[in-house]
């Protein structure tokens, strides 16, 4: 008998300027069987998202070099399928407002509570065109 094939792991990039962030929520994510890749520059996470087209993001918005509502915008044409999530330290309104208006899927604030988080992922890879 031949098993059932496995549905293919979500593939989700992390950008946060906390590489104790990056550290604790990759293995939060590896830990669900997601495929992770983790990054504190904006410009190298938008370079690797051209090419490698993830189901999720999970974008911090206080960075230096570029904020998280500039990277969200610029991923819309690098790759429009990947559904963003947000994920801050600061809960400022007008930042959220325009973060959901800018079509992110959820937005937590840290920490979050990790089976929030991950079903926040789930659902994000659900409403992403390219995994249906």
């Known amino acids: 008998m031949v098993a059932p094939p496995r549905e293919q792991a979500l593939m989700v990039c992390l950008l946060d300027d906390d590489p104790s962030v990056l550290k604790a929520t990759r293995r939060l994510l590896l830990s669900a069987g997601m495929e992770v890749e ?3 520059d904006p410009i190298l996470f938008l370079e690797h998202v051209r090419t490698h087209q993830p189901d999720v993001a999970l974008v911090d918005i206080w960075m230096p070099r570029m ?3 500039e990277v969200q915008s610029r991923l819309r044409c690098e790759s ?3 559904r963003v999530i947000i994920l ?3 809960d400022d309104p ?3 407002a325009q973060a959901m208006q800018g079509g992110a899927a959820a937005f937590f604030l840290k920490p979050a509570d ?3 988080l ?3 992922i ?5 409403k992403n065109p390219s995994r249906n």
């Open 122 to 126: 789930e659902a994000a890879a659900a």
């Open 118 to 120: 991950l079903a926040g």
């Open 67 to 69: 904020n998280g509502l």
């Open 114 to 116: 990790d089976c929030e």
């Open 38 to 40: 983790a990054f504190d």
């Open 80 to 82: 429009p399928s990947t």
């Open 88 to 90: 801050t330290s600061k």
């Open 94 to 96: 007008s930042t959220r």
